[in-house]
């Protein structure tokens, strides 16, 4: 089994309620580590790189904690199709 760091220095997002700024940490943690964990994905072939910057483009967000963490969910997923 390899061994996967991912370290994310910085997220801006522009507009967001700081309020609900764990729920968003939650769903992109849990996401990302559903995403790292699939052996479908091929994560154990990828080669390590760095990249310095992710634009995910402009998204939308539904109010309140749920919309947050499914935002995390988003940015996860957009992480997940860089890194693989």
Do not use: C, W
Not at 4 to 18: A, H, K, Q, S, T
Not at 49 to 68: D, I, N, Y
């Amino acid at each position: 089994m390899k061994r996967i760091d991912v370290n994310i220095d910085r997220i801006v997002l522009r507009g967001f309620d700081p309020a609900n700024r764990q729920a968003f940490v939650s769903g992109l943690t849990a996401e990302l580590s559903r995403i790292l964990a699939d052996p479908a994905t091929g994560i154990g072939s990828a080669a390590a790189r760095r990249t310095p910057v992710l634009h995910v483009g402009k998204t939308s967000m539904e109010a309140g904690q749920a919309g947050a963490r499914k935002l995390g969910g988003g940015i996860a997923r957009a992480v997940g199709k860089e890194i693989i």
